[in-house]
C-alpha cells in the first residue's frame, strides 16, 4: 500500500557463515527492533535461503535517517560482532528510490 | 569488488504461493539468463526463504537499461505468469544506488 518514491533503501547482502544461529538469530531480532524505533524508519524486508545468503531491506525517510542509523553506537557494534563472527562477506547499498509498485492477488495493487 | 555506486538497482519483494515448484524454479533460472543476456546488465542477487518471501534484486548500468528489461516481451510473459499462479502479492522498487561498500573475511573489502 505505501509507495517508496523518495525514500531510501540500504540493501544488505550478505553471506552468514554455518553454526552460532541462536546469537545471531537474537542479534537480528534485536537489531530489527532498535531500527523499527529510529527516527524515518519505514519498515524492513529480509529473505534468507537454505545456502545462508540473505538480503536485508530497510528502508528510511530520507537520507539522513539512512546515515544515522549506520551511526547508532547499537547497531555498529552489532556490525562488528557480524564481522566477527556471522558472516563471510557481505555488501551494502544505499539507493534512493525512484518509482515503487506493487500487486497483490486480490485487486490491492496500487 | 565491483563498485555499485551509480547503478540502478530494481529490488523485486514477493510472496510465493505454494505449488507449482518446478515450472517457478525453471521460470526463475529462465530469467536469470535471460537478464544477463540485456544491455546494462550489472548482475542479481537473490535470497528466498522457508517461508515463501523471497527478495531479488537486479542490478543495471542506467534507469535506461532497468526500463528496457521491464519492457521485454519475455519479461512481460513471465510476470504475467507470476500474477496467474506463483505470487501472492509483490513489490517493486527502482532505486538509483548513491553508495555502496563490501567486506569480506580474509581482507577482500572494498
Chains 1, 2 share one sequence.
Do not use: C, K, N
Not at 32 to 40: R, V
Not at 49 to 64: K, Q, Y
Not at 83 to 104: F, M, N, P, Q, T
Request: net charge negative.
Amino acid at each position: 500500500m505505501t509507495d517508496r518514491t523518495g525514500q531510501v533503501a540500504v540493501v544488505f547482502l550478505s553471506q552468514r557463515r554455518a553454526g552460532d544461529d541462536d546469537a545471531y538469530g537474537a542479534a537480528a531480532v534485536a537489531m530489527e527492533a532498535l531500527a523499527a524505533g529510529q527516527p524515518g524508519y519505514r519498515g524492513v524486508d529480509s529473505a534468507r535461503g537454505a545456502d545462508g545468503f540473505g538480503i536485508t531491506v530497510s528502508w528510511w525517510a530520507d537520507e539522513a535517517a539512512a546515515v544515522a542509523w549506520r551511526g547508532h553506537p547499537v547497531h555498529a557494534a552489532i556490525r562488528d560482532a557480524g564481522r566477527a563472527d556471522w558472516y563471510e562477506r557481505y555488501e551494502v547499498a544505499v539507493a534512493g528510490v525512484d518509482r515503487s509498485y506493487r500487486w497483490a492477488r486480490g485487486g490491492l495493487s496500487e
